[in-house]
């Protein structure tokens, strides 16, 4: 119980030290409470989630398994940081899904 509630606390908390952090690098003048909404906005890639049955499996890794999880997703999610319309969203995506790898660490580790 203690892995899922951990991994959604870091979906919210480690956006927020990036965008706190960051610097003019990632806050691009912007304040940084609005970058922090739009890194942590993007948690939206989940509802990708609601395609599998059942929609929840704790010892399930998202990585590879789901859409918006795969490999070629989080390709496009790479090269998002390359464009600097569509980098903070990029970056909200690369960072929800190093988040979702390192739970994927953890599963196999338990």
Do not use: N, Q
Request: aromatic residues 12%.
């Amino acid at each position: 119980m203690f892995r899922p509630v951990l991994h959604l606390l870091l979906h919210v908390v480690v956006p927020g030290i990036v965008a706190r952090f960051g610097g003019k690098r990632v806050c691009g003048g912007r304040d940084w409470k609005y970058v922090w909404f739009l890194l942590t906005a993007t948690i939206i890639v989940d509802l990708d989630h609601l395609l599998a049955v059942p929609v929840y499996a704790p010892d399930r890794c998202s990585l590879g398994f789901h859409p918006l999880h795969s490999y070629w997703a989080v390709s496009v999610y790479s090269l998002m940081l390359l464009f600097p319309k569509a980098r903070l969203i990029g970056l909200g995506l690369v960072i929800h899904m190093l988040l979702d790898g390192l739970d994927c660490v953890w599963m196999k580790l338990e």
